[in-house]
């Protein structure tokens, strides 16, 4: 889903501004997010509610499942400029660092990482705490498990790995 062969390009934070109008984006996520919860149910169905249940799809693809989950929420991504300068504040979706540890039935521990950065001068930092509760939370009702962190800089982030 991140464009080319995928199909929808998800917004990571991570690049340009979507080029498309609010409607027409708000359309796209809601027809992406009703084909990944129809994933979901064909691939989940020993679930008791497997919609609930992240596929195996999205474990493969956890940057793009999550950063879908967070859009579709009404969760703004943050946006970068052709040279990489933040242009908006919002989250920030990447794959997490291999933390070590051994996996979990097979899967890693820990699958991406969220931020809410902002450009220079901007209240990201101030927004943080909230802003991150609020991807914890969104993501949670879709089966992930988003546990908040903080550095001695006060930097938050949240880590994030599929439900048990």
Not at 67 to 91: F, K, M, N, Q
Not at 128 to 142: F, N, T, V
């Amino acid at each position: 889903m991140t464009g080319g062969a995928a199909g929808f390009p998800v917004a990571t934070g991570d690049e340009e501004p979507v080029p498309e109008g609010p409607q027409e984006r708000a359309a796209a996520v809601r027809q992406a997010v009703d084909a990944l919860l129809q994933i979901r149910r064909m691939m989940n169905g020993t679930a008791a509610d497997p919609t609930t249940v992240p596929a195996e799809w999205e474990l493969r693809q956890p940057v793009r499942a999550i950063a879908l989950a967070l859009e579709a929420a009404g969760i703004a991504p943050s946006a970068v400029d052709a040279d990489g300068r933040r242009l908006s504040t919002g989250y920030v979706v990447r794959r997490a660092e291999p933390s070590g540890a051994a996996p979990r039935n097979g899967r890693p521990e820990v699958m991406a990482r969220i931020e809410w950065l902002g450009p220079q001068g901007s209240r990201a930092s101030h927004e943080q705490g909230e802003a991150l509760q609020q991807c914890a939370q969104a993501l949670r009702r879709l089966g992930w498990v988003a546990l908040e962190y903080r550095d001695t800089r006060r930097h938050r982030w949240l880590e994030v790995e599929p439900g048990s």
